[in-house]
């Protein structure tokens, strides 16, 4: 069941990777610092990829930490291409779903080779989801949906960042059938964050 406090605890984990992103900037001097991440240019190369933390809070289900991976494809200093893999499993009452996201995104930088630059992000994914649910019921559905959202970025030097993001996912229902093995379904959009540290080449 979801408490009243679920909304705050949402703003408290945003509000956490925006300050561990900035944080993790202000180690050396802060002016200095300061100056640093938002006039100095520094090169995102052709491609990075890394790994990841995601946090999903579906609207139907429970909601966790999980894994993952991104890898993303500069095409200029504004726009980016990102492809990603996570794990996920969410229980919806007496229904377990095992999901296995592929996102393709779009970013859009709106500080263009600058060390520390906020970006749009957008696209679709396809869900690979294993759903067990009582008496035996099991079933693997593919779902598709969308996603949008934002997220900021640090160059920490030329071939490390690190960066967060927060994304709204719309996305097809799970379905399930309840003990007496009538068919129910299950709101599976919700909000996802990640957190990853990337490798540039």
């Given at each position: ?116 630059s906020p970006y749009l992000i957008g696209g679709g994914g396809w869900y690979y989801t294993d759903v067990d649910g009582p008496n035996n019921y099991s079933d693997a559905q593919q779902r598709f949906g969308l996603h949008g959202g934002a997220g900021l970025q640090l160059m920490v ?45």
């Amino acid at each position: 069941m979801k408490v009243s406090g679920k909304g705050l605890k949402k703003v408290s984990w945003l509000g956490t990777v925006s300050a561990l992103v900035f944080g993790f900037s202000m180690v050396h001097s802060p002016v200095a610092a300061a100056d640093s991440i938002f006039s100095q240019k520094i090169s995102k190369g052709d491609f990075s990829i890394g790994g990841r933390a995601m946090y999903y809070d579906p609207i139907g289900g429970d909601d966790s930490w999980y894994g993952g991976a991104q890898a993303r494809w500069y095409l200029n200093d504004v726009f980016a291409l990102e492809g990603s893999m996570d794990y996920r499993k969410n229980d919806y009452g007496s229904t377990t779903a095992k999901t296995f996201p592929l996102q393709l995104s779009g970013l859009v930088y709106l500080l263009p080779g600058k060390r520390l630059s906020p970006y749009l992000i957008g696209g679709g994914g396809w869900y690979y989801t294993d759903v067990d649910g009582p008496n035996n019921y099991s079933d693997a559905q593919q779902r598709f949906g969308l996603h949008g959202g934002a997220g900021l970025q640090l160059m920490v030097n030329q071939n490390w960042s690190i960066d967060g993001s927060y994304r709204w996912v719309w996305l097809e229902r799970i379905h399930s059938k309840d003990q007496s093995g009538n068919s129910v379904s299950f709101h599976d959009e919700g909000h996802m964050v990640t957190i990853g540290l990337n490798y540039h080449f």
